[in-house]
């Protein structure tokens, strides 16, 4: 049995991208935004190709996210944030928040959103993978969405 294998590899040549960051836990968002930021540029980006929006928290994320996939101006996003856990409830309004929010976005506006949020326990685990790049989620997200957006153009020619 054969099949047909679309298999596109992580080259951001030519691609645009949106880059949705919370202000709050900055020391956090700091960091990942830096790794994203490299990561983009690694795979060829040019930094005339990124747009960089702040927002004040994660739960802000999804609504500005929206609002740039519906200008068309890019091949994808990142969404880039730090929830961590506290002593009330609130961690598990915000996370939930966040995540539907962001998942809404490429089913409506079929522009792929990269999930560049970190939901963790402590300040020890946000800082771990918040790191040197190899243990940046920003720098992952930016990889996943340049080879999402290139999966994207190749499924529509």
Same mark, same amino acid.
């Given at each position: 049995?054969?099949? @047909?294998?679309?298999n596109v590899s992580p080259n951001g040549n030519g691609l645009s991208a949106g880059v949705i960051v919370a202000r709050f836990n900055r020391v956090i968002t700091d960091r990942l935004l830096e790794g994203a930021l490299s990561g983009l540029q690694e795979k060829g980006i040019l930094q005339t190709d990124i747009t960089v929006y702040w927002v004040? $928290?994660?739960?802000?994320?999804?609504?500005?996210?929206?609002?740039?996939? @519906?200008? $068309?101006?890019?091949?994808?996003?990142?969404?880039?944030?730090?929830?961590?856990?506290?002593?009330? !409830?609130?961690?598990?309004?915000?996370?939930?928040?966040?995540?539907? $929010?962001?998942? !809404?976005?490429?089913?409506?506006? $079929?522009?792929?959103?990269?999930?560049?949020?970190?939901t963790t326990d402590n300040m020890e685990q946000a800082m771990a993978r918040s790191g040197p790049l190899g243990s940046n989620r920003g720098y992952d997200a930016a990889l996943s969405g340049i080879e999402t957006a290139n999966v994207i153009k190749e499924l529509r020619g």
């Open positions: 049995m054969s099949y @047909k294998n679309i004040p $928290g994660a739960f802000e994320i999804p609504t500005v996210a929206m609002e740039a996939a @519906k200008t $068309g101006e890019f091949d994808f996003l990142i969404a880039i944030g730090a929830v961590i856990r506290g002593e009330t !409830s609130h961690f598990d309004y915000v996370s939930l928040g966040v995540t539907n $929010g962001i998942s !809404s976005i490429p089913i409506e506006t $079929g522009v792929p959103v990269a999930f560049g949020v970190l």
